[in-house]
């Protein structure tokens, strides 16, 4: 094992804890970085549309890995952000500016879903997220305020610096930057009183109290951070699709994003990023797979959403901490070799009230 | 001045009684103890006071203001910090994160500045862990500092609940059964804690309790209630001799 000898605060408030993690991490930077140089550009921009589901992914798991708030709405979050990208570039208004607005709407909406949500929790909360994102669909569908009146509302093109936003590889280096933007601030929030008061609020609302977390506002920052990165996602979606119609951000994509949080494992944002990885290449995986499958069976319609399904269960009876779980316990093998033991984790199996479904 | 006054304070949950016009004053720097019977509205108390319920009747001042206008979220910033019978953890924290939530009440910086981890939000954060480490030495808590909470034994998590607590630095504790659970040797421990936290941190204790013994060995004074009435008050050996407090108990 690797025990830290501490001899600072700093080396708790630190966001990561030995020196060589920033070797590792820095090589990542410079692969992810380089990589749309090497790759051909098809897979720049599915590898940049990982990044935007990470985005939205990251935004949900404050609120739901770290608040303890389920939602099953988010895809309307990041329908907003879209729409108000949309509709700032279209009026004139330039890039980042519209990114950040489209955000801020969100963010805004973010509040006023999570005024009436303060009181639910568990399954009535996921209801009640699930009715707000058909509402909000059906009127970005047939409210000619919000679409402009058109079906398929276009989405302009903006350049930075001479490079199209919409091209790959511009497409590629906004979207990690977004991604790194908002896993930074998320870190930054979870070691800072806010996050851990959003820890308090999932383990134990009474408690947090009465240690004077305020809860209404507590749920409504949490609900206005999660929906205005969900936003951001949603801006950059708009950009991936290039069209936009309220029916890409239906209950299927919500549905989708709160699989990349469990998949990933509640309470982490490395989960988070992996969980968006994971689903993002399981896409392109059951496609190709069709190729070999009987065609009774690759003819189905539902066979995408079977295999979710399938490995929704899969997580949730055998690895409940989701991809970081398996990853730490992985990491913890190596580290301690020969001594790990499968009992290590065993206790840490509680499960967690976000979990619960109260 | 007394520095917590409770005069007449009544809540009923339909026909129950919970509490029934019970007053006390709690003196800054002593033990008040509140003993009774199961269901004598002992815990109710508590909760009045911490105000996770509000009393149908009666006045609660503390410090000489009036406590039930503060909501609930306020108390512990008067200077009022509370643990609980059945363990209120955040179950998938450390105990560091557990403390340093105890030090909330005294968070200086906003939600802006924190996700951009300013300067001042690290020195602010400096400041809490040098709060908590002091509650941790206090405590002997060093063992578990990075420890998750949900794997604890049972004797820890009460220890930390009582550090989460006081790491707010309160003035007043309110502790609900602190030694329900404990074996005989953490009950000494727990004594022990009570009288330095008394008389080093200056925190003056009002606690609910069932072990009488370590009643004796840390009240000042105690309350005995019964179906929600205060029937006695006085030292621990007065109201073991009163007559009610032995009719309450032994149903004589």
């Known amino acids: ?358 | 001045m007394s520095l917590l006054r409770v005069d007449d304070l009544s809540l009923w949950f339909g026909g129950v009684r919970a509490v029934d016009g019970v007053s006390f004053d709690v003196e800054p720097g002593e033990v008040f103890t509140i003993i009774g019977p199961n269901g004598a509205g002992k815990t109710t108390v508590i909760n009045l006071l911490s105000r996770l319920l509000s009393p149908r009747a009666g006045r609660v001042s503390f410090d000489g203001q009036n406590l039930l206008s503060v909501p609930p979220h306020g108390v512990i910033g008067r200077g009022i910090a509370r643990t609980f019978q059945n363990l209120e953890l955040f179950e998938h924290a450390t105990v560091m994160q557990n403390l340093l939530l105890g030090r909330h009440t005294h968070r200086a910086t906003g939600f802006v500045s924190e996700m951009l981890f300013l300067p001042h939000v690290r020195a602010a954060e400096r400041a809490h862990r040098e709060k908590v480490e002091a509650v941790i030495d206090f405590l002997d808590l060093h063992r578990h500092r990075d420890s998750m909470v949900a794997g604890l034994p049972y004797g820890v998590r009460k220890n930390v609940e009582l550090g989460r607590a006081l790491a707010s630095e309160p003035r007043l504790l309110l502790l609900d059964e602190p030694a329900a659970g404990l074996n005989p040797e953490e009950t000494e421990d727990l004594a022990f804690w009570i009288e330095d936290m008394v008389a080093d941190l200056g925190v003056t204790i009002l606690m609910v309790e069932h072990d009488l013994a370590l009643v004796n060995e840390v009240s000042d004074r105690v309350l005995v209630m019964n179906q929600g009435q205060a029937i006695a008050r006085g030292t621990p050996a007065e109201v073991q001799r009163d007559p009610a407090v032995i009719e309450a108990y032994l149903g004589a």
């Open chain 1, 1 to 358: 094992m690797r025990y830290v000898f501490k001899t600072s605060h700093d080396q708790d408030i630190d966001l990561l804890r030995h020196k060589q993690d920033w070797g590792w991490y820095a090589a990542l930077a410079a692969l992810l970085l380089a990589l749309p140089l090497a790759i051909p550009a098809y897979h720049v921009s599915e590898l940049a549309f990982v990044f935007v589901l990470a985005i939205g992914s990251v935004g949900l798991m404050l609120l739901t890995g770290f608040t303890g708030l389920i939602s099953l709405g988010h895809a309307a979050f990041l329908l907003i952000g879209a729409y108000v990208e949309a509709h700032a570039l279209r009026a004139g208004i330039p890039f980042p500016v519209s990114l950040a607005l489209a955000g801020l709407a969100a963010g805004a909406i973010g509040i006023l879903l999570g005024l009436p949500a303060l009181r639910l929790s568990g399954l009535y909360l996921a209801i009640a997220t699930l009715a707000f994102s058909a509402i909000v669909e059906h009127l970005f569908a047939h409210w000619k305020f919000l679409s402009a009146g058109e079906a398929f509302l276009s989405v302009p093109n903006p350049a930075i610096g001479g490079v199209r936003l919409g091209s790959g590889i511009g497409y590629y280096y906004v979207a990690l930057a977004v991604l790194a933007g908002s896993i930074l601030l998320s870190l930054n929030l979870l070691r800072a009183p806010l996050g851990r008061a959003f820890i308090a609020l999932r383990d134990s609302p009474i408690a947090a109290v009465t240690l004077g977390v305020p809860l209404a506002r507590t749920k409504a920052t949490a609900f206005a951070l999660s929906a205005a990165i969900g936003g951001l996602a949603g801006a950059l979606y708009a950009h991936k699709i290039s069209s936009l119609t309220a029916d890409s951000f239906d209950v299927l994509l919500s549905l989708k994003l709160l699989m990349m949080v469990v998949v990933g494992g509640l309470g982490s944002i490395k989960g988070a990023v992996l969980g968006a990885v994971f689903l993002g290449l399981l896409d392109p995986a059951i496609a190709h797979a069709k190729d070999y499958l009987p065609p009774r069976i690759a003819g189905q319609s539902g066979l995408q959403l079977a295999v979710y399904g399938l490995i929704l269960v899969f997580f949730v009876l055998f690895e409940p901490q989701g991809l970081a779980g398996r990853w730490a316990k992985i990491k913890a093998y190596f580290q301690g070799f020969p001594i790990y033991r499968r009992a290590m984790f065993k206790r840490t199996k509680a499960y967690m009230s976000s979990e619960r479904m109260r």
